[in-house]
C-alpha cells in the first residue's frame, strides 16, 4: 500500500510537489501531466530519494523517513535511470542477480528476455547498446523480481514498435497479478490501456482522478480541460 498524507516538497515555485493526498492500494494507477508538473518528483519521493518537507509517505505501512526503509518491495522501471556502461550485459545481470538472490527472479529473468527478445549473456558493453536495448534490459530487470510495487516511468521511451506490443501483452499479465502499479506516460493512450486510474497533474498538485475502468471515462477529455492547448497559425 502506498500513502501520501498531505505532502509537500517544492524545489522552487514552479518545481516539486503540494498537497498530495492519496492512497493506492493493489491497483494501477497513471500519472499524467506536462514537463515539470510533478511526476518526476512524485516518483522520487515514493522511492525515498527525496523527503518530504511537509506531511508523510508510507510504503507499507513504514514511512519513507525511517530507519527501516527499504526498496525491496519495489521494482523501478525509468527511461532515465542510468546503469553502468562500461560493463557488459553479462556482468550486470549477473551483479543484478547477485543482489536479489532469489530463484524466482532467476526464473523470470531467462522468461522475460525470452519474450523481449534479449540476449542475457551478451559480452558487449552496455554502453555500445542502443536506447531501445538498454531500456528492454531496464524493464526486464524490473519486473523480474517479483515485487509487490512496480514504478514504471515511461517504460515505452526507446522501444521499437514489436517490442511495445511485446511490452503491452508483459502489462496485461502484470495487471491481472494482485500488484500496485504506478505508471508514469505522456502516452495518455498507454495509461488508459494500463491504469484504472488516472491522476492529472497540473500546477504541482493532483487536480482530477479519472476512473479509467468506466468506458465512458476519456483522459484525453479530462487532460485538455486542464490544459488549453495553443492554436497554431499558419507558418
Do not use: W
Not at 36 to 43: M, R, Y
Not at 115 to 120: A, H, K, P, Q, R
Not at 198 to 209: A, C, R
Not at 210 to 225: P, T
Amino acid at each position: 500500500m502506498i500513502e501520501f498524507k498531505n505532502v509537500e516538497k517544492m524545489f522552487t515555485k514552479n518545481k516539486g510537489l503540494k498537497n498530495v493526498n492519496i492512497t493506492i492500494n493493489k491497483e494501477n494507477i497513471g500519472l499524467v501531466g506536462p514537463n515539470g508538473a510533478g511526476k518526476t518528483t512524485f516518483i522520487e519521493l515514493l522511492l525515498g530519494l527525496h523527503l518530504p518537507r511537509k506531511g508523510e509517505v508510507i510504503i507499507n505501512g513504514v514511512k519513507t523517513t525511517d530507519k527501516n526503509f527499504n526498496l525491496k518491495s519495489i521494482g523501478y522501471i525509468s527511461a532515465n535511470l542510468n546503469i553502468p556502461k562500461k560493463l557488459s550485459v553479462f556482468e550486470y545481470v549477473n551483479y543484478i542477480k547477485e543482489l536479489e538472490n532469489n530463484e524466482k527472479f532467476n526464473t523470470n529473468i531467462e522468461m522475460f528476455a525470452r519474450v523481449l527478445s534479449f540476449d542475457l549473456n551478451d559480452a558487449s558493453s552496455i554502453g555500445s547498446l542502443s536506447s531501445g536495448m538498454v531500456q528492454k534490459l531496464k524493464i526486464i530487470l524490473g519486473i523480474s523480481g517479483d515485487k509487490d510495487i512496480l514504478i514504471f516511468d515511461e517504460p515505452t521511451r526507446g522501444l521499437d514498435p514489436i517490442a511495445v506490443e511485446l511490452f503491452e501483452k508483459v502489462m496485461e499479465k502484470l495487471k491481472a497479478k494482485d500488484l500496485t502499479i504506478v505508471y508514469c506516460s505522456h502516452i495518455l493512450d498507454e495509461v488508459e490501456k494500463f491504469c484504472e486510474l488516472g491522476l492529472i497533474i497540473k500546477d504541482n498538485t493532483i487536480v482530477k482522478d479519472v476512473n479509467l475502468k468506466e468506458h465512458k471515462a476519456n483522459l484525453k477529455d479530462s487532460f485538455n480541460s486542464y490544459y488549453d492547448l495553443k492554436e497554431i497559425g499558419e507558418f
